[in-house]
């Protein structure tokens, strides 16, 4: 689990209330959840799942993350507000998408894109957030 974990944090984004990413504070995430696509119930089935701690410094252009004693810098943009999900999106230099869920306080990290099917295979999701001041 904890090697899925460190290659979505490659596309890890951050994470505030109620508008896009403020970039003065950071974002730490407890928990991680691990899905995959099940296209017989049309549905994310949890793989995985456990109590991971994941740091965020987010910054206009790009985030750093902290994960496991490893320090990683990601390059971002932000596309707009889903008012379906009551999130922002954001895509990273590697074409995941990352939505922010204010109202849940959960990031979800869509990876695998299947072009066949315009499905994302796999989702993260990192939950348990605390938000603090750099």
């Known amino acids: ?3 899925i974990i460190y ?3 490659i596309s890890l984004i951050s994470f505030t209330s109620f508008s896009q990413v403020n970039y003065n504070q950071k974002i730490t995430a407890k928990y ?3 899905s995959e696509i099940d296209y017989l119930k049309d549905k994310y089935i949890i793989t995985n799942s456990g109590w991971e701690t994941v740091i965020i410094e ?3 252009t790009h985030y750093i993350y902290y994960y496991e004693g490893e320090k990683r810098k990601v390059w971002w943009e932000y596309l707009n507000y889903d008012d379906d999900l009551e999130g922002d999106l954001y ?3 590697d074409g995941r998408e990352v939505i922010f869920c204010y109202d849940e306080q959960r990031i979800l990290f869509y990876s695998k894109y299947n072009e066949r099917t315009d499905t ?3 989702l993260i ?5 605390e ?3 750099k």
């Open 58 to 60: 987010p910054y206009e």
């Open 120 to 122: 994302y295979e796999q």
């Open 91 to 93: 895509y990273t230099e």
């Open 125 to 129: 999701e990192l939950s348990r957030l």
């Open 32 to 34: 991680a959840e691990i």
């Open 7 to 9: 290659l979505a944090l």
């Open 131 to 133: 938000v603090e001041d």
């Open 1 to 3: 689990m904890k090697r």
